[in-house]
């Protein structure tokens, strides 16, 4: 099973049983080797942005973890090398 199903799956039973409340959104930084051009820049317009002199940092805030995964995602398929994926901070 990939890792969108299973969290699909979970989310699922928990709103048969009337369990879902309030989405709680998290703030992730998902860090990668090299500097974001402006292709990239544009691709991930919907995070924050931080560039360095040697790696970039994308800042976003997600609603669960199947929007996290998403993400990362996406900076795969760029074949961007992940060095970080760090919670910052929990609502």
Do not use: W
Not at 9 to 30: D, F, H, K, L, M
Not at 64 to 77: F, Q, S, T, W
């Amino acid at each position: 099973m990939t890792g969108t199903g299973a969290f699909r799956n979970a989310r699922s039973v928990t709103e048969e049983r009337g369990e879902a409340g309030p989405v709680r959104s998290q703030t992730y930084e998902i860090t990668f080797a090299g500097r974001a051009g402006s292709v990239l820049c544009s691709a991930f317009d919907d995070c924050k942005i931080s560039i360095g002199p040697y790696s970039t940092t994308l800042r976003a805030e997600v609603s669960d973890p199947a929007a996290l995964y998403g993400l990362i995602e996406r900076v795969a398929g760029f074949r961007l090398q992940v060095t970080d994926v760090r919670l910052v901070t929990s609502h």
